[in-house]
């Protein structure tokens, strides 16, 4: 039940990317990056296995695993908005497929491969359409941000 619920998790990903990159035209921007992401993670995680903040993160979503299973769910959980509501999506996740670290780095890559189109979206909203490429194409090969891995 675990794999068939990873694999639908993934195949589910992977539609909402090529949905959402075909309609802001980011398809390549959309690939390149997750190339790069799964390279760049892989060679991290089996170089170096999980960094400090991604073992809270992964600790903190088994937590949050723990208190799904419970029947207690999300209450009390002591999760604020930011960058910490990953870990709600973490401990969701884990509850669906287990508390597996690879989880995790999908779904930071899928998150990474959404900010090509966002940033066209955005300069698509503010009547840029030149923009919106360059600006995608920028972020593709931006190495700071390309080479922030996630695993």
């Not at 960094?51 to 088994?62: A, C, L, Q, R």
């Not at 508390?99 to 779904?107: D, E, F, R, S």
């Amino acid at each position: 039940m675990k794999i068939f619920m990873s694999t639908l998790l993934i195949l589910f990903m992977i539609t909402i990317l090529i949905f959402i990159s075909k309609k802001y035209k980011t398809y390549p921007q959309t690939l390149l990056i997750i190339l790069s992401q799964v390279i760049i993670t892989q060679v991290s995680y089996w170089q170096f296995g999980l960094v400090e903040d991604e073992k809270t993160y992964h600790n903190t979503g088994i937590m949050l695993m723990g208190s799904l299973n419970s029947g207690q769910g999300f209450q009390n959980f002591g999760v604020y908005p930011g960058k910490e509501s990953f870990t709600y999506i973490l401990g969701t996740i884990y509850y669906l497929v287990g508390p597996l670290p690879i989880a995790g780095i999908i779904v930071n890559i899928f998150f990474m491969s959404l900010i090509p189109s966002i940033l066209a979206a955005s300069c698509n909203n503010f009547d840029l359409p030149q923009a919106a490429k360059a600006t995608a194409w920028v972020f593709t090969f931006t190495p700071s941000i390309v080479f922030w891995v996630p695993a």
